[in-house]
């Protein structure tokens, strides 16, 4: 560990933060602010993780290394000049907000009378940029505000080889969110990094067809940039067996139809041998990072006090408005039914 914080030390000039040409000036001034906060934070965190080595403190070591790996992923984020993958920016894309790298929410939940505290998120735009960016956008216009939590039981997997889950959605109103932008009702497409087969590989893709339904593949995406796939072979990079794991619901017939709620596994909610089963079918798009006890205890009914999106988050929001309204209307419509 001392290795580690002095290659930190020695190399700290090299952990200054990249600059896009096509970041805004508020987001190149957010950069400089925090670029070197984030980077004594995760020395900081180093720091009491050796400590709490050496003094075989489990409970501390594992709440350092914790500490130290959320400090780090804040840090590289920083160290992206380029995002890694081509977002789809045309037709029923178009109109969609995605997120061009992370965004941190808070929920404050509330049980009658009572605050029980926070639950935070790490949205990812990295793993899920449409996604993550639909999640920060309606987190942005307070629309999960004064939602309840609501239980949904689901077949998971098929054939003989499935499991019926019970488990905690959130953002539940209606069927979903409606775009003012458009009158119409925002649909998510499946959007999921997977690994491409036999080369390992990490690919954005996107489900085929209409419905989703490989079947009644209707998309094609052999014209657009290389690092976009429509492969649903290849294998998830991201496992519902990561604890605290994120995701975009949607209904269990229709791939493409997400639009509001999402969900993360408690401990119930699933065997853990069953778990993976959900991977490919809902596209995880976060993790909760602080607050993980208490969404295990997270109750039908509890409701989303407050909504908090930080700074840095709302500035990696990308919302485009080149489209045709033809687009738009399309993108939103019923042609996803």
Known sequence: MTVAINTVDTKRSKLEPLFNENESAMMQVIKGEKG?????????????LRNATVSQNLTRTLMFQKKALLSLADVGGFLVKEFP??????GRYSYLPRL??????????????KIL????IIADGFAAPITAGN????????FYTGLPVKLSRKKVGSGSDFEIGTIPVFGSFQEGFYDPLT????RIPLEIIRLESGKGIPKLSYAEGETGDISRARWD?????????????????LSFDIPGLVALNHPDKNLNSGSSEFFSLQLESLPDSKRQLLDGDYAP??????GYDLFLSVLPGDIIENTYVDELGIENLVKLRQSSFSEVVQGSGNTFE
């Open 36 to 48: 070197e906060r984030f980077i004594e934070d995760f020395r900081n965190q180093l720091v009491g």
């Open 85 to 90: 993958y081509d977002v789809p920016t045309e």
């Open 100 to 113: 061009m790298g992370r965004a941190k929410v808070t929920f404050e939940m509330r049980r009658r009378k």
């Open 117 to 120: 505290g926070n639950i935070t």
């Open 135 to 142: 999640f920060v956008d309606l987190s942005i216009r307070n």
């Open 183 to 186: 009158a119409k009702l925002r």
């Open 221 to 237: 995406f052999s014209d657009t940039p290389a690092s976009i796939s429509s492969d649903r072979n290849g294998k998830s990079l």
């Open 285 to 290: 798009f976060g993790y909760i990072v602080e």
